[in-house]
């Protein structure tokens, strides 16, 4: 018999409680400035960024002058995103813990910009996700998702298409992450919101991820800090694959490398693009 006093963990949030994913976002941050960039985010413009992490895009948002909450679900990179914030001396940022697919709290029309960079992806009960970002932006505002394509040949769609051939078959019911990068699948969540397909465009963009020294390091950190990633090497030493699964990533992580004596690595993202009418 099930012990009722009990709660059920959310799967999500240990899985990326599981590892310190601001070791993967460290890589990240020039990509993430140059994506806000792009954004021409003006001062006290009000952003949300969904699935923030430890503020990659959040930070960077906030230094423009935009008042900026930055929700995730797991409760240590909200604790670092917070701590990034104050030595930064942005009194304009917060971040708080919370569910893409539930944001608990927050009202209708809040924000003229919501964000979400390889975040709201992973959550669960992806329509749900689509309404609440649709519900909490204002009439006129905009949506921006980063979304990894599936079957794409470059990074992180390759690093989770290996993983998930050493891991268990996900539970029944379960929605790859993956179907947010594919144009049919978004324009089915977010006309269930209420957004028009002519109110939604798609461009393939490049993120990079930069670390010194060689590809072998940079592996190296998603094997000990990225929840998939770790989950892999768990269920590939249990079959004693360790060795097999380290070889096929090791020689991804070093063909893809573009960085002349440091690691440089570019992968394709689909950026979505809304407008709320």
Not at 8 to 19: Q, S
Not at 153 to 181: C, D, H, N, R
Not at 204 to 223: A, H, I, M, S
């Amino acid at each position: 018999m099930a012990d009722l006093g009990t709660p059920a963990v959310n799967p999500n949030k240990a899985l990326w409680e599981k590892g310190d994913f601001t070791r993967i976002a460290a890589t990240m941050r020039q990509s993430g400035e140059d994506l806000v960039e792009s954004l021409a985010i003006g001062p006290r413009t009000k952003v949300l960024d969904l699935g923030c992490g430890d503020g990659t895009t959040a930070l960077p948002a906030a230094e423009r002058g935009a008042v900026v909450l930055g929700i995730d679900i797991a409760e240590n990179l909200v604790a670092a995103g917070n701590a990034r914030a104050a030595a930064a001396g942005l009194d304009n940022l917060r971040f708080q813990q919370g569910d893409a697919s539930r944001l608990t709290g927050i009202a209708d029309s809040s924000f003229d910009l919501v964000v979400s960079i390889f975040g709201a992806m992973f959550a669960p009960k992806p329509c749900d996700v689509a309404r609440e970002m649709v519900r909490v932006t204002k009439p006129g505002g905009r949506i921006v998702m980063g979304n990894w394509i599936p079957g794409d040949p470059t990074l992180v769609a390759q690093i989770l298409k290996i993983s998930s051939a050493y891991t268990p078959p996900p539970p029944e019911g379960f929605v790859s992450p993956m179907t947010w990068g594919d144009d049919f699948h978004v324009l089915e969540r977010f006309g269930a919101a209420g957004i028009s397909p002519e109110n939604v465009d798609f461009n393939r963009k490049t993120w990079v991820f930069r670390q010194d020294g060689p590809p072998e390091n940079l592996l190296e950190t998603f094997r000990l800090y990225y929840g998939p990633t770790m989950n892999a090497y768990e269920a590939a030493a249990r079959d004693n694959r360790e060795d097999q699964l380290h070889q096929e990533l090791l020689d991804l992580f070093v063909a893809q490398n573009r960085g002349a004596g440091r690691t440089e690595i570019p992968a394709t993202y689909l950026q979505v693009d809304i407008a709320k009418r």
